[in-house]
T-cell receptor, first 114, second 115 residues
């Protein structure tokens, strides 16, 4: 079945450590996104990529980094510069251009900083 | 820039009662509109979407929404709530005026269903 796989589902990190969240899709979508979700805040866009080897900052990119070396993969690194990293992280993908823009989501990764 | 307002961060209904979740948007041109549902510790799942054509849109699990351009609204309804409808619901808009592929999300409404 086609879909988006995020791993790990739960992750604990000590302060000062970088962590990388994995996102893989087999939907053959060109565009991929990372969102952060906090209670009562909705979804906030961290980074997005419309094509391999290209990505743009979203609304809250500070303290995060991404890469897009393959169409199927869009990993997110939460660096030690992110002041409040504890959150639920969602990866999504979509068809680009004239498509409706509908997003397909993974199951999410919950990061807790100890 | 477009924005989405969901009235009520928490809504409680009795089982069997009408569900009404409100969404208003601001956009310079008629947008595409979406409703997503999220169960605890899971990703978002598309309930329904409006792109063009008929303004009353039917989705999964008995939900529907009506696009009202004059009111800039896209409220979500279901005639009879089930316990399994308890979840968080997000309204989202894609604004073509910005030439962007991105969706802008509301802050969500958590629906509780009382037995």
């Amino acid at each position: 079945d086609g879909g988006i796989t995020q791993s790990p589902k739960y992750l604990f990190r000590k302060e000062g450590q970088n962590v990388t969240l994995s996102c893989e899709q087999n939907l053959n979508h060109d565009a991929m996104y990372w969102y952060r979700q906090d209670p009562g805040q909705g979804l906030r866009l961290i980074y997005y990529s419309q094509i391999v080897n290209d990505f743009q900052k979203g609304d809250i990119a500070e303290g995060y980094s991404v890469s897009r070396e393959k169409k199927e993969s869009f990993p997110l690194t939460v660096t030690s510069a992110q002041k409040n990293p504890t959150a639920f992280y969602l990866c999504a993908s979509s068809l680009p251009g004239g498509n409706t823009g509908e997003l397909f989501f993974g199951e999410g990764s919950r990061l807790t900083v100890l | 820039a477009q924005s989405v307002t969901q009235l009520g961060s928490h809504v409680s209904v009795s089982e069997g009662a009408l569900v009404l979740l409100r969404c208003n948007y601001s956009s310079s041109v008629p947008p595409y509109l979406f409703w997503y549902v999220q169960y605890p510790n899971q990703g978002l799942q598309l309930l329904l979407k409006y792109t063009t054509g008929a303004t009353l849109v039917k989705g999964i699990n008995g939900f529907e929404a009506e696009f009202k351009k004059s009111e800039t609204s896209f409220h979500l309804t279901k005639p009879s709530a089930h316990m399994s409808d308890a979840a968080e619901y997000f309204c989202a808009v894609r604004d073509f005026g910005a030439g962007s592929y991105q969706l802008t999300f509301g802050k969500g409404t958590k629906l509780s269903v009382i037995p």
